[in-house]
């Protein structure tokens, strides 16, 4: 269940949406039977929603885009990626606690 914030990515919109976002874009590559995925899916969801449009949320399936995941050298997920300026300048690989995840957008936007 994704709300009107979140942007579906596929390996044919991709580049063009990172270069079209101006804002810092946490870009999650998930599954639909990944578990830890499912349970970080809400907490991106609201950090994105507490931004107040400073942050942009993606979601990428990596079974319906496995170039993608490929390219980006993801080997485990969920994998959030933070993209400023169209290039990634972070990462957080697992499920980890909302905090965690607050900081490093703090630090980046």
């Known amino acids: 269940m994704a709300?009107?914030?979140t942007v579906h990515l596929t390996e044919q919109s991709f580049d063009e949406a990172l270069v079209a976002n101006q804002s810092l874009m946490m870009v999650d590559f998930w599954a639909e039977w990944c578990g830890?995925?499912?349970a970080i899916a809400p907490v991106?969801?609201?950090l994105a929603?507490?931004?107040g449009g400073r942050v942009t949320?993606?979601?990428?399936?990596?079974?319906?885009n496995p170039g993608?995941?490929?390219?980006?050298?993801?080997r485990?997920?969920?994998t959030i990626l933070f993209v400023k300026d169209g290039k990634v300048a972070d990462q957080v690989i697992g499920a980890v606690p909302k905090a965690q995840l607050q900081k490093k957008l703090d630090a980046l936007a």
């Open 57 to 64: 949320l993606a979601k990428v399936n990596v079974d319906e």
């Open 76 to 78: 485990s997920i969920p």
């Open 36 to 38: 830890p995925c499912r």
């Open 3 to 5: 709300d009107a914030g």
């Open 68 to 74: 993608l995941a490929a390219r980006y050298g993801i």
């Open 49 to 51: 929603r507490a931004s």
């Open 44 to 46: 991106l969801e609201e």
